[in-house]
């Protein structure tokens, strides 16, 4: 039998851990939903997060006109930070790293260093370089950490279940009435690590449960699936992750059924589950420790020096 890693599932997971009545009113399964984003955005992700071990690295390209300075961070950068940014060369696979300046280097009294640097200062909400850069046939490349969606019940969503690839229509299990053509989408994996394989776009027809894509997502397949953009009917995190989260749902519930004890009991095996939970995320790779490389040395400055 397939493992179901959706939110029925994981809804299910959380009524067994406190046995809480069917009958009960307080709670519908879209609150449930509700409050494991909020464990899984608020606990979940600044956990991971602090292994510095990149689960939820992505990658996002901007267009190079020769005259734009500013660039917006990606929306769904988590904590409205970066990993890195730096220029992907057209025609090949070399990433040219950037470094990150201060606002004080651009224009301070030796001069503009940001310019000599070729590097960019952080702005609010945007990474801006000066003078604009010129290399108009490369791509602006921003690594960042995306935000998992928020969780939805599985019939807010639709779980594909079969792909056209020669007209590109795309049949789901369900689809709302609510969508049209101007709804954005997000194609959600329905295995592994549940990665988007492609967020906010659009398709150009919708009938029934069919929806006819311009372009397939690289890598979409029958399982996988299309909701509304930033909503996830699975926990985008390591399975090992979902007994974790259901357990802090139950903990939640309980404080709001007002069941101190039970509450109480709960964190204690939270506490337990959460020791065996870091354990599977570091290290990533068992075999051979990470290699810290001097990007900047001499004998790779041919290809990493700024100046």
Not at 67 to 84: V, Y
Not at 108 to 125: I, P
Request: net charge neutral.
């Amino acid at each position: 039998m397939a493992i179901d890693y959706t939110t029925t599932a994981l809804i299910d997971s959380v009524k067994r851990r406190i046995a809480i009545p069917t009958s009960q009113a307080l709670y519908t399964n879209l609150d449930f939903c509700k409050l494991a984003t909020d464990e899984l955005q608020s606990v979940l992700v600044p956990m991971m997060l602090a292994e510095q071990e990149d689960y939820f690295l992505h990658f996002d390209d901007q267009s190079i006109d020769g005259t734009t300075t500013d660039f917006n961070l990606p929306d769904r950068a988590i904590g409205r930070k970066i990993r890195d940014a730096g220029f992907y060369k057209s025609g090949s696979n070399e990433f040219v790293q950037r470094p990150r300046l201060e606002v004080e280097d651009y224009g301070d009294r030796a001069g503009n260093l940001v310019s000599s640097l070729s590097g960019y200062f952080f702005q609010g909400d945007q990474i801006i370089f000066n003078p604009a850069p010129s290399n108009v046939n490369d791509q602006l490349r921003i690594y960042y950490y995306r935000r998992p969606n928020n969780l939805v019940r599985e019939t807010d969503c639709g779980k594909i279940t079969n792909i056209n690839t020669s007209t590109k229509v795309v049949t789901l299990n369900n689809a709302s009435t609510g969508w049209t053509t101007s709804t954005k989408f997000d194609c959600i994996k329905g295995s592994g690590g549940f990665r988007s394989i492609q967020d906010s776009f659009t398709v150009t027809n919708i009938a029934g449960f069919d929806l006819t894509f311009s372009s397939l997502p690289t890598g979409i397949a029958v399982g996988d699936w299309v909701c509304p953009e930033g909503q996830s009917p699975i926990a985008q995190i390591p399975y090992e992750g979902h007994h974790l989260l259901a357990q802090l749902t139950a903990i939640k519930v309980l404080e709001g059924l007002g069941d101190a004890k039970g509450m109480g009991m709960a964190q204690e095996k939270y506490e337990f589950l959460l020791k065996n939970f870091m354990k599977t995320l570091t290290d990533r790779v068992d075999g051979s420790p990470k290699k810290v490389v001097n990007r900047s040395g001499i004998f790779r400055s041919r290809r990493r020096v700024f100046w």
